[in-house]
């Protein structure tokens, strides 16, 4: 693992020791205006072209939604969310679409950690989050740089691991939380299947 990677790893560890908590907002139901719905069953997010499709691997999509907040500057910002499960895992999947608004991609993906270690202790994985940010650079066909698109944790006490991923293109993040309980073989390894294949259905 490259030092910027290590870097990013030792903050996340960081927070995830102070287990800050974290405040989400509530759904609306302006679910039709920013969903097309395709052939197949896949829906497309209006905002960014963002795909949920309905099938990734074992998982099948069980939820669409949209979730507006206002930004500081008073404009309002509309996330498109989709959910997943896998019922023979024990698994399910969160997919978000929303816009960066000038947030570096490295800075939000530790946000996305401050969130999950606010609601469990857990505990970042080096290899695993190098392996997972390589397979979601080759999904989406990227080149691998210093910099992780992924990081996963283990949350020993409830026997989980949890992935949170998040990719840019500069005004919009793609991200997506996976949470596996319990984390056995069988359901790592179709939740990382998952991943790549939400990645990769990406436009």
Known sequence: MNFKAVSMLSAALLIAGCQTSATTGSSDNRTT???A???GGDIRFSENNGVCPMLIGAFT???M???PSFQE???MR???ICTYRAADAGAHITTYFYETNGTDQQVELLNVVRAISGSQPVTPLEAESDACSAMVNEATG???TDELNCIVMSAPEVRAMTYAVLTSDGSYFTKLRATTRPATPHATAVTEDAIAAF???QP
């Open 33 to 35: 205006a920013s969903w």
């Open 37 to 39: 719905f395709l052939e």
């Open 61 to 63: 999509r069980t939820d």
């Open 65 to 67: 939604s949209t979730l």
């Open 73 to 75: 500057d008073g404009s």
């Open 78 to 80: 509309i996330d498109g």
């Open 142 to 144: 990227a080149q691998n």
């Open 199 to 201: 990645y990769a259905a």
